[in-house]
């Protein structure tokens, strides 16, 4: 009973919470709120399909664009990279 409680919930083969762009759609629907929730359950479905969840595909994305360095944080903070 217990055994996949951890695991994600599915509705066919796309994650539930790459679903939840339709909401918007259901709530109002129009042409523009159709494509733009196909959109979200397209990249939200990636992002189930790579493992990842929303926050961490954010700080994956902000390291790539930021780089190894991180000038916001005191200088107690920084790593070294000599």
Request: hydrophobic fraction near 60%.
């Amino acid at each position: 009973m217990w055994r996949f409680t951890a695991d994600p919930v599915r509705l066919l083969i796309i994650d539930c919470r790459a679903m939840a762009p339709m909401a918007l759609w259901l709530v109002h629907m129009r042409e523009w709120t159709f494509i733009t929730a196909i959109i979200g359950v397209a990249f939200f479905g990636l992002l189930a399909w790579l493992g990842l969840t929303l926050p961490v595909a954010w700080r994956m994305f902000r390291v790539f664009v930021s780089g190894p360095r991180r000038p916001l944080l005191p200088a107690w903070k920084r790593r070294d990279y000599a």
